[in-house]
């Protein structure tokens, strides 16, 4: 029997984080063995924000390698480079004409991006939801695993697909957004009511997959708690509640077990403790990302590969659009 297909993506707009990590990537490598995996590095969507180009360049690269350092095995799934692959671009162009202004109005994100980025409210930052939707339809996925975040993007995909299958008849798979079982939440660890996020201006907030052991250390050693002093998950002690959740995530111990093991410690041992077990999870990641940068003919060699896969999947979805709008 066939499987089911999931698609995802992440942006390469820096190195990946703790929190890509926890959040999306990790369950990424869990579901290669359940579903047909399609998984792209979408760099197409990065340019919504003014970039350098020498250091984009670096960063696909280095975010292909850390990606795959996090257990994709390439032979098992799909993974290529959106920007390789040309159908992205076109199919966004074709289903533009299929969303309207109102609905992309209404996108929460570009309400928050738009206001983050005053000075260069583009066309793109407005209409990078149908480039989402573009993505996704084009690989007829029947599953998107989402962040809470994320829902309306879904959301929009399934409106424009629906719209254009109701035009010109069952021309794509409408996808189910689905939130993954263990997709962990991380908070900034100096204002954990924020998401961790790349771009968060305080360094000590955000822990990234490639930090030393002992950046990672000093990370969480300055992490913000309360004054309470016990570890116990509860409403307010938000700082405590995210490296919970962290270590939780890592170790797989629930919350109970943890306020147990704590009971009658400090922060400072807690934090210790929380920073270790990340160092522990990451330090095959950084090591097998190390091996992988090193050898850029073989990373090379495997997104090639994908890119080539990809196009020829998508291609056939892309043609029938063309077919059907009359080209
Ligand atoms: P960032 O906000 O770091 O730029 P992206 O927007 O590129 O990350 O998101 C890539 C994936 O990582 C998405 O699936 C998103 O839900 C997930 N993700 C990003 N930040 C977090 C976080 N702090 N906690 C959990 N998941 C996250
Ligand atoms: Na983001």
């Known amino acids: 029997t066939k499987k089911e297909v999931v698609f995802s993506a992440i942006q390469p707009s820096g190195t990946i984080t703790l929190g890509n990590y926890l959040g999306a990537v990790r369950n990424w490598v869990t579901m290669q063995n359940e579903y047909d995996c399609i998984y792209a590095l979408a760099d197409l969507h990065t340019i919504t924000v003014r970039q350098t180009p020498a250091v984009m360049r670096k960063n696909i690269i280095d975010a292909y390698a850390s990606i795959m350092a996090c257990g994709i095995d390439v032979e098992k799934s799909l993974f290529f480079i959106q920007s390789h692959v040309h159908t992205h671009a076109e199919l966004a162009w074709a289903l533009s004409c299929y969303t309207q202004f109102g609905e992309l109005s209404r996108m929460t994100q570009f309400k928050d991006k738009s206001a983050k980025h005053a000075d260069n409210i583009n066309a793109g930052l407005f209409t990078y939801p149908v480039l989402m939707a573009a993505d996704i339809l084009l690989y007829q996925a029947d599953k998107v695993p989402v962040g809470a975040d994320q829902k309306q993007h879904i959301e929009i995909t399934r409106n424009i697909a629906e719209r254009f ?163």
């Open 165 to 327: 299958n109701g035009i010109y008849g069952n021309v794509f798979k409408i996808p189910d957004g689905f939130i993954p079982k263990n997709g962990a939440r991380v908070m900034s660890l100096q204002d954990p009511t924020r998401k961790m996020s790349k771009s968060d201006e305080n360094v000590n907030g955000c822990v990234h997959l490639l930090d030393t052991p002992e950046v990672i250390m000093k990370k969480f050693k300055r992490a913000v708690t309360d004054s309470e002093a016990k570890v116990r998950y509860a409403e307010g002690k938000d700082g405590v509640n995210n490296l919970m959740a962290i270590y939780s995530a890592v170790t797989g111990l629930s919350y109970e077990q943890i306020e147990k093991d704590f009971d009658g410690k400090g922060y400072g041992d807690f934090k210790t403790a929380v920073g270790e077990a990340v160092v522990e999870e990451l330090r095959p990641i950084r090591e097998r990302y190390e091996k992988l940068v090193a050898d850029k003919a073989y990373l090379e060699s495997c997104y090639r590969k994908a890119d080539e896969i990809a196009l020829k999947i998508s291609s056939r979805t892309m043609g029938k659009v063309m077919k059907k709008i009359g080209f």
